[in-house]
């Protein structure tokens, strides 16, 4: 009996690892749907408001959706143009960066003919064998891009449908987890429903608002650095907030590039190094953990893993999507008596009542 009773726990071990591990590979292989499906079923909690809204005040459910789908539409076009006017006005840089690029080229090849005794003609010779397996790698590479892009962007121009429909069947969709969740208590069920719900609309609004306050603080030390498009910068910078821990310092590399490009002294690049950092500081210590931090309590090394873990899965896009994805495993898991233990893992050490922790566990041998 005793055997049996130490084997069926490893069976079933077994088994729910077996069981983690195709969902594991499903969710890779077919990325190209889940991460915009995802996407969707996050911004369908941001719109939530505006078409429950708006059907309180007697618009038919399509049509408020629909209406919701527009503003929001219509924001996100409004950036991207904004976006695409300031790329145009790069191209006065493309001067600069010709004059420059000569300047460090001619540099460079003095100081490979004094230290390695390069002379120009193996240079040159080098340099041709250089430029054309790169361009070899560089042709297989963009043609593997474009293949394996166009199938994940054909299903992103799907989120507005997947939104549409997320929104209007939700009472059906809530339906289909209570009847999922049968032997689950029915009020358990639309609590954690409704935490999901607050914390995926407080996590994305949080993080728009961090982008907002970033995108001025960026804006503004390139401004006083005279750096030329500093609102563009500043704001493509603080976009890329949505990496977490290594988002800014990304784009930082753009406006440093320009400070070398368009400046004569070193100190500008410097400078727009040391404003950034001092910015990625701020925004890691303090504005983020004031804004998004009670909104989605996440340890440090829950939230590190996580984004290695999405990261590793989805690329970029489950770097994005890591935080918000883990705050709902936590909440779901915060609703599940057989769960509450890793729940208890992901959350944020801070928030621990050190008096009840002392009370509930104590260990002998570790003092009085």
């Known amino acids: 009996?005793?055997?049996k009773q130490g084997i069926f726990p490893i069976q079933n071990a077994a088994f729910a690892l077996v069981i983690l591990v195709i969902v594991v590979y499903a969710l890779?292989?077919?990325?190209?749907?889940?991460?915009?499906?995802?996407?969707?079923?996050?911004?369908?909690?941001?719109?939530f408001p505006i078409s429950r809204f708006l059907e309180k005040h007697h618009f038919p459910r399509p049509l408020a959706i629909l209406i919701s789908i527009i503003v929001a539409l219509s924001i996100l076009s409004s950036i991207i143009y904004f976006s695409y006017t300031q790329i145009i006005q790069l191209e006065s840089l493309?001067?600069?960066?010709?004059?420059k690029g000569t300047v460090w080229i001619t540099a460079t090849e003095k100081l490979l003919r004094k230290n390695l005794h390069i002379n120009q003609s193996q240079l040159v010779a080098e340099s041709q064998k250089y430029m054309t397996d790169v361009l070899k790698n560089s042709t297989?590479?963009?043609?593997?891009?474009?293949?394996?892009t166009s199938g994940f962007l054909v299903n992103f121009s799907l989120l507005p449908l997947y939104i549409f429909l997320f929104l209007l069947y939700r009472d059906f969709l809530k339906t289909f987890v209570y009847k999922l969740l049968r032997n689950s208590?029915?009020?358990n069920i639309s609590n954690t429903i409704r935490k999901i719900n607050e914390v995926v609309r407080n996590y994305i609004i949080g993080l728009l608002l961090v982008i907002l306050i970033v995108g001025i603080l960026n804006t503004t030390s390139l401004y006083f650095l005279e750096i030329e498009h500093a609102?563009?910068?500043?704001?493509f910078a603080s976009f890329l907030v949505l990496i977490p821990y290594i988002g800014i310092a990304i784009g930082s590399a753009l406006p440093i590039l320009v400070a070398l490009i368009t400046k004569d002294s070193y100190w500008y690049p410097v400078g727009v190094a040391a404003s950034f950092f001092i910015i990625q500081f701020?925004?890691?210590?303090?504005?983020?953990?004031?804004i998004v931090g009670n909104k989605v309590s996440i340890n440090s090394l829950a939230a590190i893993t996580s984004l290695l873990l999405f990261g590793n899965l989805w690329g970029i896009s489950g770097l994005v999507l890591a935080l918000p994805l883990t705050a709902i495993i936590k909440v779901i898991f915060d609703s599940s008596e057989s769960l509450k233990a890793w729940g208890f893992l992901l959350g944020d050490s801070d928030h621990i009542d050190v008096q009840v922790t002392k009370k509930h566990f104590s260990f002998k041998g570790f003092g009085k």
């Open 282 to 290: 701020l925004e890691g210590n303090f504005i983020t953990p004031f």
């Open 140 to 148: 297989k590479l963009i043609g593997q891009t474009l293949s394996t």
């Open 185 to 187: 208590s029915k009020h």
């Open 94 to 99: 493309i001067p600069l960066i010709e004059k």
């Open 28 to 47: 890779y292989i077919l990325k190209d749907i889940f991460v915009p499906f995802i996407i969707a079923g996050l911004l369908s909690f941001l719109l």
């Open 231 to 235: 609102l563009f910068f500043g704001f």
């Open 1 to 3: 009996m005793i055997k």
